[in-house]
């Protein structure tokens, strides 16, 4: 069994261990589950460096490949009449992907610390639920995609269902019918691709080695690229996002916002843009417009929220925005952009909802005018909330400002198929946003944290414990790291971007030939 | 040379290990620790200065060198983000004078903050604001400069809201920083365009300029160097290819938003509301940032991209104009405040409307402007830290801003007293002093350049600065005390009187340094004064110290008289103009009430009521197929046979 | 001659059958229903008898007539007591009924008539020939009724056990129910 | 369809009336507010499927008894039918109090 599968073994495991520690000692089960996270963190870390060895010296040739260059690949026959496998690998995307999935699940099983009510289920659910990311992000098969897809979306049903808060059962139904939609779009696209393919195999590798008709791509691509974007919260389909995150525990929103919606992009890329090249070619516009909607719609929308995770609920709807809108760019910045922003948005919603969930669990309540003066009680939890709101808006020196740049640039310069003035006007708007964020984001946390305390018991409040502090100094250390050293993860990625660049061109000749 | 990195990383390790490791063990240490780094990067800042003159001697123009430098972060194949420092004469003269001005803050800090709780966290942020503004000032490309551009705004954003018990403070950090923001956003988009010109010029002229530049910089020029922005090739090319837009060629464009950050920065007039709030902020922090360092910045940049902005014309008159209605709107403001932070924070406005106006009138052919700006910079950092100084130890003194509760302070304040006069004298351009130097440069460019209006306002505007410095000095300074807290005023602890001292020296000194030389912008260096201009600005400057001396030294309250007769202006000009006003009004009601809210309305109701409706029309369908299943056998047999026979129908229309 | 007389039997028992269904179907009261029926099966035993299947008209009379309907009356007796034995059905019903009937009615008439039955002559052959039914009923070679009739007879059982069963258990309640 | 001209009974005379006599008896059905009313008018429908069974022997296959013999399983069902039928009212009305077909709704969705 090789290294990557690990990924999807070590998850499922510590959750079964869960099962099998005795109730009664709640203890134990916050211990497995954080050891479990631990170790895939440093499992994370060992595949990293290794990628990062075996991919240096293939940058070169990826230049000119068509075909992203899979590493540490293990491939075994599941279903051999249909010719779906077990196929699994993993490249700079995936990698980095990976990375961010481990140090929110290992935070995030921290942050949880104090989740009282039954959390045998609650650390066994959240398990499931990684085990199914995770194995979204190894797997290049379409159909064990798919399956580990699911498996990532429903645990989240339960989840919000039970520890949820507020209007639960409404928000938890709306998210998981809203995500099922999506997905069962996918399922049609996936299944068509099957089909449409010929080759009897569900494999990714082969599939992209055929050229799928263009009138085929023009009606497959929007229904995989908005499968993946319900996910992505664009913006029509994206209002599960505020209500589910609002309703859902610390631990599941961090996971949520964090890593899933992370999946939608992630999804877009690899299955949609880099199938369906003409496709993306074709709809590249329409979508663009659509996310800079969401990056000024969400950014706005949170000016006037009043519940805290409503709030970051809206800032990661801009946030998620500003990831669809690199993928469209569509050239070598706007791709790699929506990347980085894939992993710095991860780890700074994962802070920033930790954070919500510790200041609830003090303050027990979420409305923004209730609560101020919190800095003079706990100023640990006061300051990670100000660099995560730094880090949201952009600011250089945390990995925001990369992401932001880099979407950026890519927008501005354009590609050769689209008029390059409509996508400078986009980019111009889009660019609007780091205003209003930082509006949004001093206001919420001006009204928090500063001027004086506004009901007396806040008095007595204390500041992070031990777990809590680990985890915020993390995802803070992570976001520094992310923010002052981007040349440690930009290559890694750049290698594996060239691809898409190549068939895009290539394909780009053939449709407008 | 090759330590150059030193200047701004000292303070940033410093910074690293006051915050994380020093201050959470004693508050004390960290204060020592904070500012003997700056002393330390001030000594290398003075060490490289005389390097570099000592290696390339003044009187030309010195070379741009970039020691130092790594690859940050790679966007594209030529377009690569540095870190470096870049060591050029203007570079230079920022150094000496951040890195100056900041040690004495930090010295005058450790005794105007003791016993203060948050005094590590004010020292660490300092640091933070130090090597942030020098990263900024040795910036070898544009990115680097962004980078830091933002570092020092949100520098200044967490000092401003220091106190953050109060209300006032937080607003006033939180409108820097967005105003600020807004700004940066300008000067965002300007990147953008330099960036994609600069790439699509890049495989033309690149390798040419690379080729020229290979013995100044240790790695590769890249496409957002200001080396390639600046370079002639490039700026001929942008204007040639490029097409326009809104008339205006694009470099002409990319200039005027770049101004926008820097007007933002500077805060020259649209942009100016957040600098007179930014007086909220502890008064040191006020001295180094909002007088002396951060507010140039703005300055710094549009010299820094002067041969651009000179290649695109227009932008120039833009910088011109904004920079002298700044003057004077400013300097109207001023002679009416009544807190004496506010008035000098009016007065650092007139006084970047005058460097800002400097470097609009200067050309490309002759730049003098560009040296008497620099000039003036150099010599206003001193003077205007000197006055914020002298006014915290006022404010020390006497517990209150106001200026009527100060008087009489001569006999109880001597030291702050005398300095205090130095730095007013300087700034009204009393001859000896630096002020008189710098400003006579800056009227001498507005003459050589044929800009007589811009000349007559900053002679007007000269007489107006006289006049309310020489007002606060009076009033605050003459007369007998005018409130009990006055009565008692102390004189400020030794520490505090160190950096005024100081200060009010290189202030006295100051504008005996040839600046023409070492910016070798002078031709024949003849530095010599030019009697035709500094007749005049000195008249006008006594004029000035003549007019607040009759209306505020006599006992009979002239000035009362006075403003009773402007009457309705006077509240007017008293009031701000009620700028702030109109842009609470924008914000408040257009922005949040008109734009986010109904997006938050929207969003709760339309979209999600789509969603909403549409699960409430499955249930509805379910609903009204209910009353199908009466639960009588009959009516279940009429269906039956009605459905046969509809069937049967069927079929027969079909067979037949 | 014979001709004739069935032609005019055929025509008055028709009628008096179609009459006598329209006049079960329509009453109000049940007990008349019952004696409508007894009237509507007397003219199909008539029938029987045009068509030549004598037995058959025999075993009419006694076991449906006889047995069935005599039933039926005896229930409706036990259950005078009760109140609903008139019965109005509501006007939305019977148009109803009218519909759904009369659309039967006219469908299949119409399948009928368009079909061409191979009708073959008859010469008087007896058609219910008591020796060729009983034979067959007991014939288990093809074309025999030997297991119908086996199942016929328990099913009568089952019926009868059923009936009692489901008829008994409520008496035995209904005595509490009573006191 | 013209068979129907001439006077004497043939094959789709016959076939016409019980026929017609089957929807009554359905009209019966579907309308009749009383259980045994139903009972009544199903009765009038077997006894006319009887009919058929005979009328098609007689006119198809007249050397044959099958007809008679269907006839004659028609009618043991039917009194099993009824026995069942009777029991299933008695309990009912006991339970209901009532003979009333429309009331007895329980399972309604």
Known sequence: MGLISWYVVIPAATAFAITLVPKAKPMAIRWVASTGGFLLVLLSAIVSVKYWNLAAADIELLRTSMFTKLYMVEQWTWFKSIGIEYFVGVDGISVLMLDLTAIIIFTGSLASWYVTERPKEFFALLYTLVTGVFGVFVSFDLFLFFVFYEVAVLPMYLLIGIWGTGPRNYSALKLTLMLLMGSAGLLVGILALYHGSGIHSFNLIELSKIHFPEAFQLWVFPIIFVGFGVLGAIFPLHTWSPDGHASAPTAVSMLHAGVLMKLGGYGCLRVAIYLMPEGAIYWAMFFMALATVNILYGSLGAIKQKDLKYFTAYSSVSHCGFVLFGLLALNLMGIKGAVIQMFSHGIMTGLFFGLIGMVYGRTHTRMIPEMGGLAKVMPWLASAFYIGGLASLGLPGLSGFIAESHVFLGGFFGNQWHDITLMRTLTILATLSIVVTAVYVLRGLATVFHSTITNPEFEKLTDATLPEKISTGVLIAALAIGGMLPWLFVDLIEGSIFPFLNRLHESGMISSL | ?656 | MTETITTALFYIFAASAVLLAFALVLTRRILRAAVWLMGVLFCSAAFYVLLGAEFLAGIQVLVYIGGIVVLLVFAIMLTSSFELLDDHPSALRRILGILTAGGFFAVTALALLSTKFPVKAYHGEAISDVEKIGKSLLNYGPGGYVLPFEVISVLLLAALIGGIVVARKVLVKDPEAKS | MNELMTLTPGLYHWLLLTLLLFSVGLYGLLTRRNAVGVLLSTELMLNSAALNFVIFNRYMAPGFVDGSIMAIFIIAVAAAEVVVAMAIFVALLKLKKTADVTLMNELRG
């Open chain 2, 1 to 656: 040379m090759r330590n150059a990195w030193l200047v701004p990383g000292i303070p940033f390790f410093s910074f690293l290990i006051v915050g994380l490791f020093i201050r959470p063990l004693s508050e004390k240490a960290a204060g020592w620790v904070a500012t003997a780094a700056l002393f330390v990067s001030a000594f290398f800042a003075y060490s490289i200065a005389w390097d570099y003159f000592s290696h390339f001697g003044i009187g030309h123009e010195g070379p741009a060198l970039v020691p130092w430098a790594f690859e940050w972060l790679r966007y594209q194949d030529h377009l690569t983000a540095t870190i470096g420092t870049l060591i050029d004469p203007i570079s230079i003269l920022l150094m000496v004078v951040v890195t100056t001005v900041s040690a004495l803050v930090h010295l005058y800090s450790i005794g105007y903050m003791a016993g203060d709780d948050g005094y590590g966290r004010y020292f660490t942020f300092l640091n933070l604001f130090s090597f942030s503004m020098l990263g900024l000032v040795v910036a070898p490309n544009i990115v680097q400069m962004f980078v830091c551009w933002e570092l020092v705004g949100v520098s200044s954003f967490l000092l401003i809201g220091y106190y953050y018990r109060k209300p006032s403070a937080v607003a006033a950090g939180k409108k820097a920083f967005i105003v600020t923001r807004f700004a940066d956003l300008g000067f965002l988009i300007g990147i953008l365009i330099l960036g994609y010109f600069g790439i699509e010029a890049f495989p033309h002229i690149g390798a040419k300029i690379q080729q020229e530049m290979a013995g100044l910089s240790s790695i590769p020029i890249q496409a957002i160097d200001f080396a390639f922005i600046n370079h002639p090739a490039t700026a001929h090319y942008i204007l040639t290819t490029a097409g326009t837009v809104l008339g205006l060629s694009t470099l002409a464009v990319a200039c005027i938003l770049i101004f926008m950050g820097c007007a933002g920065k500077s805060a020259m007039f649209p942009l100016h509301i957040w600098l007179p709030d930014a007086m909220e902020g502890p008064t040191p922090v006020s001295a180094l940032i909002h007088a002396a360092t951060m507010v140039v910045a703005g300055v710094y940049l549009v010299a820094r991209l002067f041969p651009s902005f000179a290649a695109a014309g227009t932008p120039l008159d833009v910088v011109a104009f904004i920079g002298t209605f700044t003057c004077a709107f400013a300097a109207i403001i001023a002679c009416t405040q009544d807190d004496i932070k506010r008035v000098l924070a009016f007065s650092t406005l007139s006084q970047l409307g005058y460097m800002m106006l400097a470097l609009g009138v200067a050309t490309a052919v002759s730049p003098l402007g560009h040296t008497a700006s620099m000039f003036h910079l150099f010599t206003h950092a001193f003077f205007k830290a000197l006055l914020f100084l002298a006014a915290g130890a006022l404010i020390h003194g006497v517990h209150s801003n106001e200026i009527w509760d100060m008087g009489g302070l001569r006999k109880k304040l001597p030291v702050t007293h005398l300095t205090f006069l130095a730095a007013t004298l300087a700034i009204a351009g009393v001859p000896p002093l630096s002020g008189f130097f710098s400003k006579d440069e800056i009227l001498r460019a507005a003459v050589e350049n044929h800009h007589p209006i811009v000349f007559g306002v900053a002679l007007f505007v000269a007489g107006l600065t006289a006049f309310y410095m020489f007002r606060i000095y009076f009033i605050s300074f003459w007369g007998d005390a005018r409130s009990e807290k006055a009565e008692h005023a102390h004189e400020a602890p030794a520490v505090m009187l160190i950096p005024l001292i100081a200060l009010a020296l290189l202030a006295i000194f100051a504008g005996f340094v040839p600046m023409g030389e070492y910016l070798g912008t002078s031709h024949g260096g003849h530095h010599g004064i030019h009697w035709n201009i500094a007749i005049p600005a000195t008249l006008a400057g006594l004029i000035g110290i003549a007019l607040s001396a009759f209306m505020y030294t006599g006992t009979r309250e002239r000035y009362v008289a006075v403003a009773r007769a402007l009457g309705g202006m006077y509240t007017v000009v008293k009031n701000k103009f009620y700028v702030d006003e109109v842009y609470l009004f924008v914000t408040k009601n257009i922005i949040f009430h008109y734009i986010a809210r109904p997006i938050a309305w929207f969003d709760r109701h339309i979209v999600d009521g789509a969603i909403n409706l549409y699960a409430w029309l499955t249930g509805a369908l379910g609903r009204g197929l209910k009353p199908l299943q009466t639960g009588q056998v009959q009516t279940y047999s009429a269906w039956w046979i009605s459905g046969a026979v509809f069937f049967i129908i069927l079929l027969w229309m079909k067979l037949s």
